[in-house]
């Protein structure tokens, strides 16, 4: 097979030649070169130690202990080169989350006996003495597990018996699904099986990793696909219980739009939110947005369902799920203020102040996923893109935000009250900017720094 390799990955190769180590790519880089796709991860595996690679390598650096060395790449957009040496997993691993030791390994055979998936198991071995054309390089597919056959029929299988394979290492479980979910491949029955009956290993793995894997699932092309996988391997009740809540919650009700249950509801959001929106946090708010109706649910004498503040109540579920699974901040502000406020009205006879209110509690830079996450719920609704009243509620969003909001975005500071009226610091001040504020508001007075001032002067004569 000839291949375009970058220069940078020629010369570590070289070096290692050089050097008289064996060293082979590995990983998703030979997956994306068999599937022919961009590489931008390259990561490498070797016969030499760490130590010998740090003698010969310039600019190495050793990242873990599990003999990984670092090598940065000068390419934009290229990730560090990772390059680890042979390893052999035989210490075993008795907390089913990391080898009791880590011990090199001698062969290639072994270093990829102890990866995870027969696609993740497969290594390309580069000829730089044969080259025939000067941008191709010569290399040998490697595949001791069946790999490139899984690859082409889209599956992902454990490298031999699964059941020992997760029980070793219970992050693969949710590695197999979100690898799955990248790559819109199936997972093999027997391994799938394995995943199901492991599936409670999963709460020995930190919520970083999880929470690492669950973003990685929302910021795939198909993340309502990754989410059944999770379903049905049973995860989901392990990594979002509060969800698996919602499976089969009604809302058909007489006169109510509501096609489907909960469950089927949010999936189908989230389904069509992703064709808008590639953020994971806001594909992840609309996923759970309906997550406080399996709590709220009530059927009123006329066997109307109702769900009075679920939106409120799903917003503190929101926020116990984005601190369980170690959310930064950021993440957690954004999940909940989603979730908190999804259930707003859209409708011609708003007050402006109204949806001024809604805007600061969305805050300015959330409304457009807050739109997103809106039309994801109508066309998971059965709903139509969009309607007149959301067009004409988003135009008076524009408008709105033209206007002030705040005190400190009127063109006056009390600053200039203070000079103006000479008057001291005090109440008074604020009394005057509010009052400002409620004329510009109001339209009484135009948010101009002059009109301002002499407004000010006005008040200093009344005196
Ligand atoms: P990508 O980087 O595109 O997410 P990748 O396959 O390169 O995909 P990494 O997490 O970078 O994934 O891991 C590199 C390789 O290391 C994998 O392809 C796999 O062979 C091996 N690997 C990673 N994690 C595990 C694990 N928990 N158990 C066994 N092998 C693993
Ligand atoms: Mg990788």
Known sequence: ????????????IKEFQKHKYPIYIVGGAVRDILMGKEVSDWDFTTSATPEEMLAFLPNSYYTNSFGTVGVPSETKDLKPFEIT???TEHGGYSDHRRPNEVRWGKTLKEDLQRRDFTINA????????NQKRKDLLEVNLIDYFDGKKDLN?????????????FSEDALRLVRAVRIASELGFNIEKNTFEAIKKHSDLINKISKERIRDELIKIFSSPKPHKGIILLKETLLLEHILPEMTKTYGVEQKSPGRHHISDVWTHSLD???FVSELNNDPIVRFATFIHDI???QTFKVLPSGTITFYNHEVVGAIIARRIAERLRFSNEQKDKLVRLVRYHQFTVNENQTDSA???????VTPQLIPDMIDLRIGDRLGSG?????????????????VQKQPFSLKDIKVTGHDVMEILNIPPGKKVGEVLNDIFKKVENKELENERDALVQYIKSLKTEA
């Not at 029929?153 to 020992?164: C, L, N, R, T």
């Open 153 to 165: 029929e889209k599956i992902i299988k454990a490298v031999g018996e699964p059941h020992d394979r």
């Open 355 to 361: 949806l001024r209110r809604f805007i600061r509690n």
């Open 85 to 87: 040496t042979f390893r």
């Open 1 to 12: 097979m000839l291949i375009a390799i970058p220069k940078e990955v020629v010369t570590i």
């Open 122 to 129: 497969l290594a390309l071995e580069v000829n730089l003495d």
């Open 383 to 399: 709903a139509k893109l969009t309607s007149w009243r959301l067009e004409n509620f988003k135009k008076r969003l524009i408008e």
């Open 269 to 271: 959001s989230l389904k």
């Open 292 to 294: 406080g109706k399996p």
